[in-house]
């Protein structure tokens, strides 16, 4: 199994910054019509505005994270003038990103990106499912969990957030028992503020990512008014990862188990569709979806719905 690790917390900002954009993205959809150039400047100069304002709201948060830290390692050393200092510098970050942005729940502060990808193929899957069956039948639990861990083809992509509606008013509590000369209170209070900390993690199922990259590039191919043959052979090879790929979610037990044959029902549909050199654009338009809710369905709060 490949493993990959990275943190960034640059990653946090782009992550928020892209919601941002997008958010923006809707509104010009609903805007009166213009001409096609004020279109374009507006739309990025706006984007360009939002990705600004995100980033600086993640820098404070960012920022109000270490200045409590500081403040952690400033009572350990004994030094509640720095400490308080710290809080107070802690206070006006967050303030800022209260007044900025009034409806913000969680501001970001860190981000990690894991890939997990098994070098392994649908049959070997059911192998290795056997095992881990035939090990939990004996009652070997700890072997059926150490092979159970190689059973993944996903990249998570983990974001740790300040709340806004509680870790504010605890820092000024920590402050306020900092200036009664109680840093030991103080120090309770903040280890607490930090163990609120959310942390959110998306699943992307690789291979059911793989075959939503082969299925739009059929699509590309599908929409030229005149394929060639190398054109049609080219989508017969593209739907066939698809369904490989799909396949190799399944046995993985990525989305539900009806998720993945109405992917897979619906990669016939487009290859009946194709046939004929016809574009499939409607056939094209449902997979999109269903690809959607199988990505959804693959999300850890769906745990247990894989029926």
Known sequence: MLSFHKTSPILALALLATGACSDKGEEAKEQTQASPNEVTETASASDEMNAVDASELLEEAVAALQETQTALGAIDEEDDKKALEALERATGKLEILLARSSNLALAPVDVSVVTHDILADEDAVKALKKQVEDKIDDGRLQEARRLMDGLASETIIRVSNLPLATYPDAIKSAAALLAKDKPQEAKEVILAALGT???????????????????????????????????????????????????????????????????LDSVDEIEDETKNDQSGSRFFDKIEKLFERAKKASQPDSAGNNG
Do not use: H, M, W
């Open 197 to 263: 900390i959310v942390v959110q993690d998306t699943i992307i199922p690789l291979p059911i990512a793989r075959a939503q990259g082969a299925i739009n590039e059929a699509r590309e191919l599908a929409k030229k008014s005149s394929r060639t043959k190398a054109d049609n052979d080219r989508i017969t090879g593209l739907l066939e990862k698809a369904r490989e790929q799909l396949r190799f979610a399944r046995a993985l037990g990525y989305a539900k188990k009806d998720d993945i044959k109405d992917l």
